[in-house]
């Protein structure tokens, strides 16, 4: 990739995600609550959560748009990768209740999508991702076009999930980032998560400065052009944490190639329902599908036949 990677040609957009009030109906907080998980990760991971939060909970975020590459239908397993190259990533996040002091919240489904290293979302393989990239078919990995970096893990008694997957790619004209849904009310069904209802729709956020060192190495180097910086982002409103940004820490300090873990707490009420993500309500649109996207049901061979999409 070019060592000039932001995208001065896109307007800057900030999304008014705010609301008001004290509890956003799906809001997302992202303040630690590190403390009463220490007996389900490490003493690392531990530390990871502690230095990115108060320790206060706050409700700050209401739901913003699922984007236009979302499929129903992902499977409910923990390594979501299928063989796609890339940075590994280990994300754990933590599903508490905002409106019951902090809560954990057992049994919550989280749902994550994202794209892989050239910008390709499964489902939408056809998709330009902008910029130079090969062919997503390229790569050489044995993943299902239609479901890889997709799925579902259900919360233990602490409202953790844990996935394991690789650093996300880009595509024009959005930054690096993850989609994430939260359902409650399901069950699992079929190897997938039936029933139940949305609390949150939201985007999880990659620091600039080390998404842009990844991006210098393979394969994600061979995707080359403006990538767009979390400051010009139309999601993105610069909130930090509170925003969905991720606190990082990689696996060995001086070979980003190793790895990362990220942590993230996702504060929501879990009597509310997010009705509005299908429609592109709450912050941001996600930005107009790269040219050649979808614009209306999934391929014919998707995991189901039944799709939400936006604009």
């Known amino acids: 990739m070019t060592g000039n990677h932001k995208d001065t040609s896109i307007t800057r957009r900030r999304a008014l995600v705010v609301t008001g009030g004290t509890v956003a109906a799906g809001g997302l907080a992202v303040a630690g609550y590190q403390a009463a998980f220490a007996d389900t990760t490490t003493d690392t991971e531990a530390t990871a959560d502690a230095t990115s939060t108060s320790g206060e909970c706050?409700?700050?975020?209401?739901?913003?748009?699922?984007?236009?590459?979302?499929?129903?239908?992902?499977?409910?397993?923990?390594?979501?990768?299928?063989?796609?190259?890339?940075?590994?990533?280990t994300l754990r996040l933590t599903v508490v209740d905002a409106t019951d002091g902090c809560t954990p919240v057992k049994g919550a489904a989280v749902e994550i999508w994202h794209c892989d290293a050239w910008g390709y979302y499964s489902g939408y393989t056809t998709a330009n991702p902008g910029g130079s990239a090969p062919a997503e078919s390229e790569d050489g990995s044995t993943a299902n076009d239609n479901t890889y970096l997709r799925g579902y893990q259900v919360a233990n008694a602490n409202g953790v999930v844990k996935f394991e997957t690789i650093f996300p790619?880009?595509?024009?004209?959005?930054?690096?980032?993850?989609?994430?849904?939260?359902?409650?009310?399901?069950?699992?069904?079929?190897?997938?998560?039936?029933?139940?209802?949305?609390?949150?729709?939201?985007?999880?956020?990659?620091?600039?400065?080390?998404?842009?060192?990844?991006?210098?190495?393979?394969?994600?180097?061979?995707?080359?052009?403006?990538?767009?910086?979390?400051?010009?982002?139309?999601?993105?409103?610069?909130?930090?944490?509170?925003?969905?940004?991720?606190?990082?820490?990689a696996v060995h300090k001086k070979d980003p190639s190793q790895g990362y873990k990220g942590f993230l707490t996702l504060g929501v009420d879990p009597d509310a329902e997010n009705t509005g993500a299908g429609s592109g309500s709450g912050g941001g649109d996600g930005g107009t599908p790269p040219s050649g996207a979808p614009t209306g049901a999934p391929p014919s061979d998707a995991p189901t036949d039944s799709a939400t999409t936006s604009s």
């Open 58 to 89: 706050m409700t700050l975020m209401s739901s913003v748009t699922e984007g236009p590459y979302y499929l129903d239908g992902a499977l409910v397993r923990k390594d979501i990768t299928e063989g796609k190259s890339g940075v590994p990533l």
């Open 169 to 249: 790619g880009w595509y024009t004209p959005r930054t690096c980032h993850i989609h994430v849904k939260v359902h409650t009310g399901g069950e699992k069904e079929d190897g997938t998560y039936e029933g139940g209802k949305v609390n949150f729709t939201g985007q999880l956020f990659f620091d600039d400065t080390i998404a842009e060192e990844i991006f210098t190495l393979e394969p994600y180097a061979k995707h080359s052009g403006s990538y767009t910086t979390l400051d010009n982002d139309m999601v993105y409103d610069g909130g930090g944490a509170s925003s969905g940004l991720l606190t990082l820490k």
